[in-house]
Structures are given as structure tokens and as C-alpha cells.
């Protein structure tokens, strides 16, 4: 699976939108970004997916640059929930595998 | 629909000892991965398991470490003889995922298993 770097760490104020950058230059045509994320002591979650365009769904954005090479996952409105280590995965679509490679994430705090 | 159910939430054991822990799928997936999430570290995928086969097990270390998902019932990691490295938490995820769709499938997650060797 293509590799994705992300910044280890990220602030945000409460009630305002976050925006969590995903760089993934090496993404092939065919590859699937998804953003999962793990609250504090649960199992991850599923957030969204895309492949070309932009992706809105309850919980976030996923707004995919035209050449593929990043996207950023936002949150409109940021709560205390939202508090998580977020990943960004690249996923191949002929991988019969369906494994999830994740790496370190972004870890988004959200102050009061 | 019930989520991904993982048993028991927290296990001790002590060095030597055999640990299980298992995984109920959500109704109607028939595809179940374990992962494992050491002290500090991030998510590494361990194995992948349908039912009665196992698919991919290139994340599973060679000795001691086994799994399963049979015909009926739960999908079981064990681990024999544990050691204190085997200290962590170990997440199981279940998809319904049909071939050739890996890309687009969700794959759920439950709470974890937290193992604590002595």
C-alpha cells in the first residue's frame, strides 16, 4: 500500500471546523483514501472514503486534491468527542488482502 | 444490529500462561481481521481470517500466535505461552467484504481485548 504522512499532532477550538491535511504523492490511479479514526481507549472507526472527488457524509468532509497527490479530511464543527488519533489509509482496489495498513496519524485535541 | 463483540474486555495472565480472546463478527459479515495495538504504538494488522480459512496471516508472528473462525461461533486469537511483550490491546474487525472490493468495504471495529502479562 502507498504510503500517507500526516502531522503527528493538531489543536482546534471547540465549535470550530478542522482541517487534518493527508499527503499521499506516491497514490496510484487506482488507490482509495480512507480516514478512520480511534477515540481514547475504543477500537478505530470508520470516518469516510473517496477516490476522485469529494466525499460529504454525518460525520465529515473529504475534499481530494485534483491531482490525487493529498486530501484533508474536515470536520465542520468540532466537539469534545472529536478528540482522536485520525488515519489516513490508502487502500489498492484489487488488494484481496483488505488489510488496513496505519500508520501514525494526527492526533486532534479540541479545547473548550 | 449489534456491533463487533470482543470478550473479554480485559485479560491477565500470567508469563507461560495460554491467552484467548474472541471476536463475534457483526450479523451477516463473514470476514474478520485482528489487529494489535502495542503500548505506544500504532495499529498493525495481524491476520485475516474467513470463515473456516484463513486468507492472509502475513501480520501474525510465526510462534505461538494462532487463529481461527470456525463454521459456528466466534473467531478466536490464542496465544500460548504469552510473554510480557505480548502486553497490548487486540482489536478484531469484521467486514462484508466481497471480493475484489477491498478498496471501498468498511471494516468495523470492536472495543479490543486489553492483555496484561505478569
Known amino acids: 500500500d502507498a504510503k500517507t504522512t500526516q502531522p503527528n499532532s493538531m489543536e482546534s477550538n471547540e465549535e470550530e471546523p478542522v482541517h487534518l491535511p493527508c499527503n499521499h504523492s506516491?497514490?496510484?490511479?487506482?488507490?482509495?483514501i480512507h480516514w478512520y479514526r480511534q477515540l481514547p481507549s475504543q477500537g478505530p472507526e470508520y470516518v469516510i472514503h473517496?477516490?476522485?472527488s469529494n466525499v460529504n457524509n454525518r460525520m465529515a468532509s473529504l475534499a481530494i486534491a485534483e491531482d490525487r497527490k493529498s486530501s484533508t479530511l474536515i470536520l465542520h464543527r468540532a466537539t469534545l468527542r472529536d478528540a482522536a488519533v485520525y488515519y489516513c489509509?490508502?487502500?489498492?482496489?484489487?488488494?484481496?488482502?483488505?488489510?488496513?495498513?496505519f500508520g501514525q496519524g494526527t492526533e486532534l485535541s479540541v479545547k473548550p | 444490529n449489534a456491533g463487533v463483540m470482543q470478550n473479554p474486555r480485559h485479560l491477565v495472565r500470567r508469563r507461560g500462561q495460554e491467552a484467548r480472546l474472541r471476536c463475534s463478527p457483526m450479523?451477516?459479515?463473514?470476514?474478520v481481521y485482528w489487529y494489535r495495538q502495542l503500548p505506544e504504538e500504532g495499529l498493525k494488522f495481524m491476520v485475516y481470517?474467513?470463515?473456516?480459512?484463513?486468507?492472509?496471516e502475513s501480520g501474525m508472528p510465526k510462534e505461538r500466535f494462532s487463529a481461527e473462525f470456525p463454521k459456528e461461533g466466534p473467531s478466536i486469537l490464542r496465544i500460548q505461552q504469552v510473554v510480557r511483550g505480548d502486553s497490548a490491546a487486540y482489536f478484531c474487525?469484521?467486514?462484508?467484504?466481497?471480493?475484489?472490493?477491498?478498496?471501498?468495504?468498511?471494516?468495523?471495529f470492536g472495543p479490543g481485548t486489553r492483555l496484561t502479562v505478569l
Open positions: 474487525a469484521s467486514s462484508p467484504l466481497a471480493t475484489g472490493t477491498a478498496a471501498r468495504d468498511t471494516q468495523y
Open positions: 506516491t497514490i496510484s490511479g487506482t488507490d482509495y
Open positions: 473517496g477516490l476522485t
Open positions: 489509509i490508502l487502500r489498492e482496489l484489487y488488494n484481496q488482502g483488505g488489510k488496513l495498513i
Open positions: 450479523k451477516g459479515h463473514s470476514h
Open positions: 481470517l474467513q470463515k473456516e480459512n484463513i486468507i492472509d
